[in-house]
């Protein structure tokens, strides 16, 4: 009798949940979406972004403009992608595909941030180090501490010397100099969702976002909705996005550049208040 | 009447003409004088083409094959700068003195510094650096023989080249500062600019 009572009680909690859950999702429809293009970004890490021998636009981020202020161009990257999947940039294989797009939306509540996410992940990856995950996508959120954190988004924990870069420690994460990161990543085996952070080094669990995800795949895409707690409002947050697409690990990933979130606040990404 | 009694090469060119009039002298040297001059100005053309250039296998088979690939090469518009439209001054002086410069760049040769992939590879970050420093030191002048701030609208140009041009302008940068490696691959080891 106890059992039954006991999963009585756990399937109410569970419903009471799920209503709860239901009852906060946005309403999409009247949320704007916003296509951004992620790309492959071979070996192009922070070092190689501020090396003016490298990246002559190092005096332009001096001058506080953020990648997305040069590169983004009519909804579109204005990259060299044949350069940027050459040898030299990408010693190891280029994927098939260098950049696709993600519709962007993000909506709140007093309680929590929705971002919600939704692509087609290509085939023909160059490395499909994951073999237990299709698909991963992972969102990173900066705090105010980061150097240019508004300015270069994920860059800022992606070096030289991190893991799956050419000749580095393979045990050493992606990592900040300054200031940290929250980490949210979703992974299509189990739909296990990691909450974590950036600092000295990344870890995928301890983190206080309190991040729920759900969707998956669906026909030939995938839709995600991430859930959060909201940063606060009147805050602009730098914002910035991954997936790991056909099994990709480490490096081997699509970023978008850094955006900023506007909750309640001016931003690349307005956030829609429900 | 001393003098003219002298013999010699000298004393025969100072020595007045008997025998021709002033005008059949400064006819004959005027007409002398372009045919020569014509000439020195055709051979010194003849060293500014691009088949000169990469009459040297040092040339062809590095930096040409790398400038091949480029805008400067091959573009839209139909337009090609050859080396010596980047590398020679235009005007007379500075062509001259270029000229003079280069043309220990035959004891080069003659050596063979650079006559391997190996060794180019190796000379290669002084090499630029000593055009870039040349560059630089002239405001990049050939550059500027077809491009310029003046005549550059900028909000006609993709938004990352837009931007930086301002930045350009409002900083007085030259061409060379940011365009380096535009027409060859760029060496290893090169220096970074120090910051302003």
């Known amino acids: 009798m106890s059992k039954s009572i006991v999963q009585i009680a756990v399937a109410g909690v569970l419903l009471a949940l799920g209503t709860q859950a239901a009852i906060a999702a946005p309403d999409w429809s009247k949320v704007p979406k916003r296509d951004i293009q992620v790309f492959h970004p071979g070996v192009t890490a922070m070092e190689w972004?501020?090396?003016?021998?490298?990246?002559?636009?190092?005096?332009?981020?001096?001058?506080?403009?953020?990648c997305v202020g040069c590169h983004e161009e009519k909804g579109n990257l204005n990259f060299n992608m044949k350069r940027m999947a050459d040898k030299e940039l990408e010693p190891k294989a280029a994927p098939k595909t260098m950049n696709f797009p993600v519709s962007v939306q993000a909506a709140s509540d007093a309680a929590n941030l929705y971002i919600r996410l939704s692509f087609k992940a290509p085939a023909g990856g160059a490395d499909k180090g994951d073999k237990d995950n299709e698909v991963k996508a992972t969102l990173l959120f900066g705090d105010a501490k980061v150097p240019q954190g508004a300015q270069v988004g994920c860059w800022a924990t992606c070096h030289t010397d991190a893991r799956t870069m050419p000749g580095a420690d393979e045990k050493k994460t992606k990592y900040t100099k300054e200031?940290?990161?929250?980490?949210?990543?979703?992974?299509?085996?189990?739909?296990?969702?990691?909450?974590?952070?950036?600092?000295?080094?990344?870890?995928?669990?301890?983190?206080?976002?309190?991040?729920?995800?759900?969707?998956g795949k669906s026909g030939d895409g995938y839709t995600l909705t991430f859930t959060r707690k909201n940063p606060g409002e009147g805050k602009t947050v730098p914002f910035g996005f991954a997936i790991h697409a056909d099994h990709a690990s480490g490096r081997f990933h699509h970023v978008s550049m850094g955006y900023t979130l506007g909750i309640g606040a001016d931003g690349d990404i307005k956030v829609t208040k429900q | 009447?001393?003098?003219?009694?002298?013999?010699?090469?000298?004393?025969?060119?100072?020595?007045?003409?008997?025998?021709?009039?002033?005008?059949?002298?400064?006819?004959?040297?005027?007409?002398?004088?372009?045919?020569?001059?014509?000439?020195?100005?055709?051979?010194?053309?003849?060293?500014?083409?691009?088949?000169?250039?990469?009459?040297?296998?040092?040339?062809?088979?590095?930096?040409?094959?790398?400038?091949?690939?480029?805008?400067h090469y091959a573009n839209r518009t139909g337009v090609r700068a050859v080396c010596s439209d980047c590398h020679v001054p235009k005007d007379w002086t500075h062509k001259m003195i270029r000229k003079i410069q280069a043309s220990k760049e035959l004891w080069g040769k003659m050596t063979g510094i650079i006559d391997t992939p190996e060794k180019f590879a190796a000379h290669r970050l002084q090499m630029a650096e000593s055009e870039w420093a040349r560059m630089k030191g002239n405001d990049s002048r050939e550059c500027r023989n077809c491009h310029s701030f003046d005549a550059m609208d900028v909000e006609k140009q993709k938004l990352r080249?837009?931007?930086?041009?301002?930045?350009?302008?409002?900083?007085?940068?030259?061409?060379?500062?940011?365009h380096k490696g535009i027409a060859h691959t760029k060496p290893k080891g090169m220096k970074e600019d120090e910051e302003e």
């Not at chain 1, 952070?197 to 969707?215: F, H, I, L, Q």
Request: hydrophobic share 35%.
């Open chain 2, 161 to 178: 080249g837009s931007k930086m041009h301002k930045i350009g302008v409002a900083e007085k940068k030259t061409c060379i500062d940011c």
């Open chain 1, 179 to 215: 200031g940290a990161y929250e980490l949210i990543q979703w992974a299509s085996k189990g739909n296990k969702v990691s909450d974590g952070s950036v600092t000295t080094e990344r870890k995928m669990s301890g983190g206080s976002t309190g991040a729920k995800v759900e969707g």
């Open chain 1, 49 to 66: 972004i501020v090396k003016k021998s490298d990246h002559s636009g190092t005096a332009g981020l001096r001058k506080g403009e953020s």
């Open chain 2, 1 to 71: 009447m001393a003098d003219n009694e002298k013999s010699g090469l000298l004393a025969m060119l100072r020595r007045p003409s008997a025998k021709y009039s002033l005008l059949s002298l400064l006819v004959v040297g005027f007409f002398s004088g372009i045919f020569f001059w014509g000439g020195f100005n055709t051979a010194m053309e003849a060293t500014n083409t691009l088949e000169f250039c990469i009459g040297c296998h040092e040339m062809r088979d590095n930096v040409y094959v790398e400038y091949k690939k480029t805008i």
